[in-house]
């Protein structure tokens, strides 16, 4: 594989506030990493983020039900968190859905860049990364998932996901796997494929 890209799901205020600071700063920290290894093989960095209307009227049906606004447009929850490094010109997919390609451009934002393999940060691992991977799978898109760079509020659900993906629906790999990786020869770079 030449040409991957990088999807970096949900890494946003309303989400990351929440988790103790140790792991929100490890999975920020490693992130970051993973986005100059991308930047610097000149590989594209695309942010996802959740964001609803503030009435709820697009949001998750047990959002609606439960009156629950996370976020929500033009708040602050709903922005990307401020440590990480978002450069202007990378492209940003908002989704109203766990899945990064349910209604939204992603297909044709992917068309145009033409990688040969997406590989997946972010949260929460059983939810969104799971969906989104599961849908790159589907359109026949080889799936890395980035190990030190995902994770989930809920460990025993990120284990099960873990496991039910790999070597199946992705590759899991070290952010050193992937920058062994990408330092090889295009014929040498497999991904763990």
Request: with cysteine; proline share 4%.
């Amino acid at each position: 594989m030449n040409h991957p890209a990088l999807l970096v799901i949900d890494l946003v205020n309303d989400f990351l506030d929440s988790w103790p600071a140790a792991a929100r700063e490890r999975l920020v920290r490693s992130t970051n990493e993973l986005i100059v290894l991308m930047r610097a093989a000149n590989y594209p960095v695309i942010w996802v983020r959740q964001e609803f209307e503030a009435d709820l009227h697009d949001a998750f049906v047990e959002m609606r039900a439960k009156e629950i606004r996370i976020t929500i447009r033009g708040t602050r929850g709903a922005q990307i968190a401020s440590e990480l490094t978002v450069d202007p010109s990378d492209a940003v997919v908002i989704k109203k859905r766990y899945s990064a390609f349910f209604g939204t451009d992603l297909n044709q934002l992917l068309a145009g860049l033409h990688p040969d393999a997406l590989i997946l940060a972010g949260i929460n691992t059983h939810a969104c990364i799971r969906m989104t991977a599961i849908d790159a799978y589907q359109r026949d898109i080889p799936v890395i998932l980035a190990a030190d760079c995902i994770g989930s509020y809920d460990r025993e659900h990120h284990e099960i996901s873990l496991r039910y993906m790999k070597d199946k629906i992705a590759a899991v790999m070290t952010n050193l796997q992937i920058a062994t990786a990408l330092s090889d020869g295009p014929s040498k770079r497999d991904f763990g494929r």
